[in-house]
Structure formats: structure tokens, C-alpha cells
């Protein structure tokens, strides 16, 4: 069993910055893309951003030159460097993972969210 859990939301200005982190635990043999969405009040669940293997990095329009991921192999873990935030960015941000269990099998995991809020 696969295990994602997010920290590092919380209550910001407009124009601050946050750092989200998602750790991954369990049995991982190794990982095809780690990354975030989040979801708005009201709104559909939408990318963030996204770290596939082989070094791509895709972002939502909305965060292009604001927000920045890293992923760490060597913890299976993955950040969100966000900058310049936005009341617009308030969300539910969730940490979402293509993982391989075996040789055989991958599936998709989701962390728990963590709230992001920015005020005006």
C-alpha cells in the first residue's frame, strides 16, 4: 500500500510564498510522475503542476512563472515552491502520484489536501 502525505499549507498574504512538500511511503518501486492540483470552492479539481519522469515539469497556465516543482528521488518526495500568490490560488491543493508497486502494476494515489488560503 502507497501512502502520500502533504504538508506546508496554510494562511498567507497576496504576493507571499509557500512551500508545499508530499511524501510518499510504502511499498514503491518507483514513480512515473508525482505532482499537485487543487480545488477551489465550487470549482472542478485542476493541475498545478506536474514532474514526470525524465525531468519534464508541466504547469498550469495560471502559475507559470510563480509557482516551481521539484521532485527527490531519493526521498520520494515532491515540492511546490509557490511565489507571488494570488487570492485566486486559495485552494485545496492535493498531491497526486503514478506509482509502480511491482514490476507489473502501477496505480494512481492521492494525498489527504492541504488548505492554501491567501488573503487580500
Known amino acids: 500500500q502507497v501512502q502520500l502525505v502533504e504538508s506546508g499549507g496554510g494562511l498567507v498574504q497576496a504576493g507571499g510564498s509557500l512551500r508545499l512538500s508530499c511524501v510518499a511511503s510504502g511499498s514503491i518501486v518507483g514513480i512515473n510522475q508525482m505532482g499537485w492540483y487543487r480545488q477551489a470552492p465550487g470549482k472542478p479539481r485542476e493541475l498545478v503542476a506536474m514532474?514526470?519522469?525524465?525531468?519534464?515539469?508541466n504547469y498550469a497556465d495560471s502559475v507559470k512563472g510563480r509557482f516551481t516543482i521539484s521532485i527527490d528521488h531519493t526521498k520520494n518526495t515532491v515540492y511546490l515552491q509557490m511565489s507571488s500568490l494570488k487570492p485566486e490560488d486559495t485552494a485545496v491543493y492535493y498531491c497526486n502520484a503514478n506509482i509502480l508497486t511491482s514490476w507489473v502494476s502501477r496505480n494512481d494515489y492521492w494525498g489527504q489536501g492541504t488548505q492554501v488560503s491567501v488573503s487580500s
Open positions: 514532474s514526470i519522469s525524465g525531468g519534464i515539469r
